[in-house]
């Protein structure tokens, strides 16, 4: 199993940039990519970023340019650098990992989450 928690989160004015950090323990060695996921009341959980073990990275097309996701794999740490930050971006903000189990199967994992709100 992998545990993650998250931390960072906060109240923030718009404009303004918060850093998100989640921390990994378990079995990281089998972990294929770190995500990060936000839900708001009666939505969906959105997919924000994800890097994979290798390092690529890739955004939903409404934080790029302004969202940075990173990983520390000596720390097995996982942050989500958020600048220019609008109102829309007010959320639960989760971090989520996807776990090779074998090689047929993979299980997601998901933290507790974080709130984030950003005030106009």
């Known amino acids: 199993q992998v545990q993650l928690v998250e931390s960072g989160g906060g109240l923030v004015q718009a404009g303004g940039s918060l850093r998100l950090s989640c921390a990994a323990s378990?079995?990281?060695?089998?972990?294929?990519?770190m995500d990060w996921y936000r839900q708001t009341p009666g939505n969906q959980r959105e997919f924000v970023a994800r890097i994979t073990t290798g390092g690529n990275t890739n955004y939903v097309n409404s934080v790029k340019g302004r969202f940075t996701i990173s990983r520390d794999n000596a720390e097995n740490t996982v942050d989500l650098q958020m600048n220019s930050l609008k109102p829309e971006d007010t959320a639960v903000y989760y971090c989520?990992?996807?776990?090779?189990?074998?090689?047929?199967?993979?299980?997601?994992?998901w933290g507790q989450g974080t709130q984030v709100t950003v005030s106009s």
């Open positions: 989520h990992s996807l776990v090779r189990e074998n090689p047929f199967t993979t299980t997601d994992y």
């Open positions: 378990g079995r990281i060695s089998s972990v294929i990519a």
